[in-house]
Nanobody
Framework: QVQLVESGGGLVQAGGSLRLSCRASRTIFGINVMGWYRQAPGKQRDLVADITIGGTTNYADFVKGRFTISRDNAKNTVFLQMNSLKPEDTAVYYC?????????WGQGTQVTVSS
């Protein structure tokens, strides 16, 4: 059973930065897409950013220019560098790995941005 382990969440003041990491508990070959999603209380889970195995990135409009997604294929790890954080970025952030019909989710890490 593959688990995704997230780290890097926490409490930060508005304007600050955090770096999230997510790695697989064992090697998975050929992960097509790695991504980050977020869910605030009472809201739906939204895509934040994702990145293909070839390095093509996709960002939600609300994070463009502030967040950067990257991946290390050899280590089955995806990162999310979050800069210029805003209180509205407060949410639980989840990573997701997809490979064909295989779909893995992390347990989530809390990010709280104070004003």
């Amino acid at each position: 059973q593959v688990q995704l382990v997230e780290s890097g969440g926490g409490l930060v003041q508005a304007g600050g930065s955090l770096r999230l990491s997510c790695r697989a508990s064992r090697t998975i070959f050929g992960i097509n897409v790695m991504g980050w999603y977020r869910q605030a209380p009472g809201k739906q889970r939204d895509l934040v950013a994702d990145i293909t195995i070839g390095g093509t990135t996709n960002y939600a409009d609300f994070v463009k220019g502030r967040f950067t997604i990257s991946r290390d294929n050899a280590k089955n790890t995806v990162f999310l560098q979050m800069n210029s954080l805003k209180p509205e970025d407060t949410a639980v952030y989840y990573c997701r790995f997809r490979r064909g019909f295989d779909d893995y989710w992390g347990q989530g890490t809390q990010v709280t941005v104070s004003s």
